[in-house]
């Protein structure tokens, strides 16, 4: 999300004032003074000896970008895993797929919060203007939360599958008649 028109339309934080706007995404901000010379955006990675919230904001849009990566990996394995067991009971396959979701939904969890709490609240200490969440942030919540159902019915569908028919034990009679 480093694109001016990316970081605009879905930033993960948003603030705006009278003599400014800005618009925060994981990996650059984009800045207007309001004074008409225009939108300037500016990477993290670029700005940390001039602005205080860019060391932050870039360490924790970097873990949150591998984590998202990671997350989406869990996820792929969790579909193929639920293809899989499409055609039949694997509790072998059942319990494969709740890790995988169970997975991915804390790896995108713990990317979301550290990406959010560490750039938040440096970005905060810096504006001091009211800021709320963004597009993206607000979207990407939601796409966790979404993976927390897949999650929780991922366990149901294991704690709730039919138990085994009871195997016979041969007895004598049954050994006779054979």
């Given at each position: 999300s480093s694109?001016?028109?990316n970081v605009k339309h879905a930033p993960w934080i948003r603030s705006q004032g009278k003599d400014f706007d800005l618009w925060v995404g994981t990996q650059a901000f984009v800045y207007d003074d309001n004074s008409g010379s225009g939108e300037q955006i500016t990477k993290f990675r670029s700005c940390e000896s001039?602005?205080?919230f860019c060391t932050n904001c870039k360490?924790?849009?970097r873990v949150t970008f591998a984590l998202l990566v990671i997350a989406v990996i869990f996820s792929m394995v969790a579909i193929?895993?639920?293809a899989i067991n499409l055609g039949g009971e694997h509790s072998s396959v059942q319990y494969a797929t709740v890790a995988s979701t169970g997975s991915s939904f804390v790896m995108a969890l713990v990317g979301w919060c550290v990406f959010m709490r560490r750039c938040y609240h440096a970005i905060d200490?810096?504006?001091s203007r009211d800021m709320y969440y963004g597009?993206?942030?607000a979207l990407t919540l939601?796409?966790?939360l979404l993976m927390g159902i897949a999650v929780i019915v991922n366990v149901v569908n294991v704690m709730?599958?039919?138990a085994a028919a009871p195997q016979s034990v041969p007895t004598q009679e049954t050994n006779a008649a054979v």
């Open positions: 694109d001016v028109e001039n602005i205080d360490d924790a849009g193929i895993l639920s200490d810096d504006v597009a993206g942030g939601l796409g966790y709730n599958k039919p």
